[in-house]
């Protein structure tokens, strides 16, 4: 492959992304169309059927932009959509299957440029390896921000079962407490709740709202709550004690991990420190004497033994950091 073939490429891959682009655009401006279609009709202080009236809940869920193309080709190939669809949705980000699917195509193209414009290996290895970032990279991305957001979630859930305690004992029913917890509480506990509050308002039944919510968070934290509802709306009893204790549990539970982490934190800086050494020295090295350090990787005994290197500080990394994470 030469210049001449790279810039082909590079240009083939952009009138890619703007054909698409424009094709979707077509979608969009029928939506602007119909949205301004809306407001027109609603001049004058008229309302249309099935408009909410001003100052009420709003019920419409965030929806991920869409790409018509690629959201097609998406839920036609991709398997286990409704799993990627959770996965998604726990990000807190309004992200489609087809958006996802396109970041993937773009992340893997830039990865196959960079990978042959710097290295100069054959086509058919670069493809690979920039296929494997284009879909590592994006799934690392969305399992980090859905772990942040779960993180957040777990911290503000305590305060919001003590919201609804004290709704309880004041009189109200579940539902409306649950109505307060997403009108007081800020995202990411808020916007959970309102949706739960939405789905009760349209018809839906209290446990099946909450099962679908807790599907998609994917929390033990959250199960506790949904478990201590549906077991006290079959057997009864005193739903504001057993919530109260709940919320001791779970903020028991905060402080458990957090005793965890504090006690294994000697044990993962040693880690920390122990695979970070080989390449610090490798570095130094390498400063010092480029040749005598280039032979690890010009040679291919040394190639060998520098990718059985990798690997095995690689299963050292995965048995301590099992070693040091406890199921509560």
Not at 187 to 201: K, L, N, Q, T, Y
Not at 295 to 309: H, K, T
Request: aromatic fraction near 6%; glycine fraction near 12%.
């Amino acid at each position: 492959m030469n210049g001449a073939v790279g810039v082909i490429f590079v240009g083939a891959a952009l009138t890619l992304v703007t054909l698409v682009l424009a094709l979707s655009g077509g979608a969009a401006g029928q939506m602007r169309k119909r949205a301004d279609g809306v407001k027109k009709r609603t001049k004058g202080g008229g309302r249309p059927t099935g408009v909410l009236a001003p100052g009420a809940a709003s019920v419409k869920r965030s929806q991920g932009r869409s790409v018509p193309v690629v959201e097609d080709l998406a839920k036609r190939f991709l398997p286990r959509q409704t799993v990627l669809r959770d996965r998604l949705s726990r990000t807190g980000y309004a992200i489609s299957i087809g958006i996802y699917a396109l970041i993937n195509v773009g992340v893997a193209l830039f990865a196959f440029l960079v990978i042959w414009l710097a290295s100069g290996l054959p086509a058919p290895v670069c493809g690979a390896l920039g296929l494997s970032v284009g879909v590592g990279v994006p799934h690392m991305a969305v399992g980090i921000l859905a772990a942040r957001r779960q993180k957040n979630f777990i911290a503000i859930l305590p305060d919001a079962v003590d919201l609804i305690v004290r709704g309880l004992r004041s009189g109200l029913p579940v539902t409306e407490s649950i109505v307060t917890v997403g009108r007081e509480m800020e995202d990411p506990v808020g916007v959970e709740f309102r949706r739960i509050a939405d789905g009760v308002r349209f018809g839906q039944q209290l446990e099946e709202v909450l099962w679908e919510t807790a599907k998609r968070l994917a929390l033990p934290e959250f199960n506790f709550f949904v478990i201590s509802l549906s077991v006290q709306r079959e057997t009864g009893g005193n739903l504001g004690e057993t919530l109260a204790n709940l919320s001791d549990i779970l903020r028991r539970r905060k402080q458990m991990k957090l005793k965890i982490k504090a006690m294994s934190s000697e044990a993962r800086a040693s880690a920390m420190i122990l695979g970070s050494l080989p390449f610090v020295m490798f570095g130094i090295v390498y400063a010092m004497n480029p040749g005598y350090a280039g032979e690890l990787f010009n040679d291919p005994r040394g190639m060998i033994m520098a990718a059985a290197g990798v690997a095995s500080m690689l299963v050292g990394i995965a048995v301590m950091a099992k070693m040091v994470r406890f199921e509560i």
